[in-house]
Nanobody, 119 residues
Framework: QVQLVESGGGLVQAGGSLRLACVASGRTFNSFHMAWFRQAPGKERDFVAA???????LTADSVKDRFTISRDSAKNAVYLQMDSLKSEDTAVYYCGRVVFWGRWTADAWGQGTQVTVSS
């Protein structure tokens, strides 16, 4: 059973940047697609960005050109660099292990990290 632990959230002013990290346990990290999702209060959990085991990436239109996903297989880690943050980016951010590329849900989740953007 994989375990995912996110970090890097916090309070930032609009226009600022944060870098989220998700570290996975287990030896099969390199075999899986990974993704970031976010959930704002009272809303559903939404897809943000994904990175395949082969390095391909996909970013949601709402954050394209501002957010960048990357992974470091040696560290079993996936990152989300968030620039030009807006108040609407405020949410709990989760990393997840994605089984099928294109089906944006996860079979394993981290505990989430809060991102709050003040305007």
């Amino acid at each position: 059973q994989v375990q995912l632990v996110e970090s890097g959230g916090g309070l930032v002013q609009a226009g600022g940047s944060l870098r989220l990290a998700c570290v996975a346990s287990g030896r099969t990290f390199n075999s899986f697609h990974m993704a970031w999702f976010r959930q704002a209060p009272g809303k559903e959990r939404d897809f943000v960005a994904a990175i395949g085991w082969d390095g391909r990436t996909l970013t949601a239109d709402s954050v394209k050109d501002r957010f960048t996903i990357s992974r470091d297989s040696a560290k079993n880690a996936v990152y989300l660099q968030m620039d030009s943050l807006k108040s609407e980016d405020t949410a709990v951010y989760y990393c997840g292990r994605v089984v099928f590329w294109g089906r944006w849900t996860a079979d394993a989740w981290g505990q989430g990290t809060q991102v709050t953007v003040s305007s």
